[in-house]
């Protein structure tokens, strides 16, 4: 397990490589991915098998579970992030959910703050969960949770 100064190390590093490609806030990026997340159309497996691919559709990073837009929520991956955050009874929440349409509408009706952080949160796993994919490497929930608090 990583001490303390090397988690905020790497994220102070990570932040800084983000500040230079744009940032979060305002970022085209963040909102393409936020429309994509609310149509259930991410480029995860069950819509990639949907779409004519064969392929496993397990999770990449839990290994366990079909990986569709919700799954963003469930992998035993993030709860750590989740937690970290304090976030976990929301996450809980938005889980309870029969549609992405009925989740962004419990998303919606979140405190501002709380969205925010939502949003980051998920936006930040989005790209670790893709970072696993393609480089075999990834921060640590508690990293990725000290990103999303920075």
Not at 123 to 140: I, Q, S
């Amino acid at each position: 397990m990583k001490s303390d100064y090397k988690v905020h190390r790497a994220v102070v590093q990570r932040a800084q490589q983000s500040s230079r490609s744009g940032g979060l806030e305002g970022s085209r990026k963040v909102k393409h991915f936020l429309w994509r997340m609310s149509h259930n159309t991410l480029a995860v497996h069950m819509v990639l098998q949907r779409r004519g691919m064969k392929l496993d559709t397990r999770c990449c990073m839990c290994g366990r579970y079909d990986e569709d837009g919700g799954h963003l929520l469930k992998c035993k991956e993030v709860r750590e992030v989740w937690r970290e955050l304090n976030l976990e009874d929301v996450r809980c929440e938005l889980m309870t959910t029969c549609s992405v349409v009925e989740m962004m509408e419990k998303f919606f009706k979140l405190e501002p703050n709380q969205q925010s952080t939502i949003v980051t949160l998920l936006w930040l796993w989005w790209k670790e969960r893709n970072r696993w994919r393609e480089e075999g490497r990834r921060g640590a929930g508690r990293e990725v949770a000290y990103m999303v608090a920075s």
